[in-house]
């Protein structure tokens, strides 16, 4: 792990300034939710590759998520660094 944040513009500005090559973001966020933050992270210059992570499934998000810049979500029930290599590959 390289940095961990609390709410949407700290993960902002911890991606930005760690740059990392992956960020797993929560969706559930307090201030930006992590759509948000993943949208602006995407509109920047060599954006990392953004997974969505969430205590809900899918379906919870099924629009937003087709709308999403990330490369994928993964409940978290299901995550592991297994399942987050097959998104970001």
Not at 32 to 50: H, K, Q, S, T
Not at 63 to 72: C, F
């Amino acid at each position: 792990m390289v940095g961990e944040a609390a709410d949407g513009l700290s993960a902002l500005e911890a991606a930005r300034r760690l740059r990392p090559s992956v960020v797993l973001l929560d969706v559930q966020l307090p201030d930006l939710d992590g759509f948000e933050v993943a949208r602006r992270l995407a509109a920047d210059a060599d954006p990392p590759a953004i997974v969505l992570v969430s205590s809900r499934d899918r379906m919870s998000y099924r629009r937003r998520l087709a709308e999403s810049p990330a490369r994928g979500f993964i409940s978290k029930a299901e995550l592991s660094g297994a399942a987050v290599a097959a998104l970001v590959g």
